[in-house]
């Protein structure tokens, strides 16, 4: 099975909450990561948490790792139509070659 | 600070043409990676390097090779395009926490 799983696609009403998704495998995962791509553009580092971490804040943006059911979650408040695009979730383990292993990516369609 | 620039932006080839992929950063970090994207795939690591002079293979290094002569830029080379090759290249380059990304290459191969 995939390392990163992510459900595909999501809809939300444009002013709710977004909340996606993500599971990961290796439990030696270091780092966690959120990237967003807008339409024709390169992935965006939108945040992420370190695994001793279970919360991370930003503005309207808040994570949740669950390390034990190795489950990520980001949070989106007051989810606005510029919000549209792919995010991406990704894990790594520390040292090496710092190459993290993405999920497929999760659409989001905001809607008025 | 332009971070990652990936030229050309957009390109057609011919099946069986040859052409090189170019990533410049001017951020001094040691790694870069090359990646694909194609619908419902994700990225797919394509190439890598630690540093200046060094390259490793990927997930997917089948028909391509790349090169890293200055620590600021990393080339992809296409030596016979296939259509298989049809899809959107990505460039990164890491701190080592987190990595940027170039706003991508399109490639189509007829």
């Known amino acids: 099975g995939e ?110 | 600070n332009a971070g990652v620039t990936q030229t050309p932006k957009f390109r057609v080839l011919k099946t069986g043409q040859s052409m090189t992929l170019l990533c410049a950063q001017d951020m001094n970090h040691e790694y870069m990676y090359w990646y694909r994207q194609d619908p419902g795939m994700g990225l797919r690591l394509i190439h890598y390097s630690v540093g200046e002079g060094t390259t490793a293979k990927g997930e997917v290094p089948d028909g391509y090779n790349v090169s890293r002569l200055k620590k600021q830029n990393f080339l992809l080379g296409l030596e016979s395009a296939a259509p298989s090759q049809t899809s959107v290249y990505f460039c990164a380059s890491t701190t080592g926490t987190s990595q940027y990304f170039g706003a991508g290459t399109r490639l189509s191969v007829l």
């Open chain 1, 3 to 112: 390392d990163v799983e992510q459900s595909l696609f999501l809809s939300v009403r444009e002013g709710d909450s977004s909340v996606i998704n993500c599971t990961y495998t290796d439990s030696s995962s270091t780092y966690l990561y959120w990237y967003k791509q807008e339409p024709g553009a390169g992935l965006q580092l939108l945040t992420y948490i370190f695994s001793n971490m279970d919360m991370k804040q930003d503005q309207r943006l808040t994570v949740l790792l669950n390390k034990k059911d190795k489950h990520l979650s980001l949070r989106i408040a007051d989810t606005q139509t510029g919000d549209s695009a792919i995010y991406f979730c990704a894990e790594r383990k520390s040292g090496g070659s710092y190459i993290p292993t993405f999920g497929r990516g999760t659409s989001l369609i905001v809607h008025p």
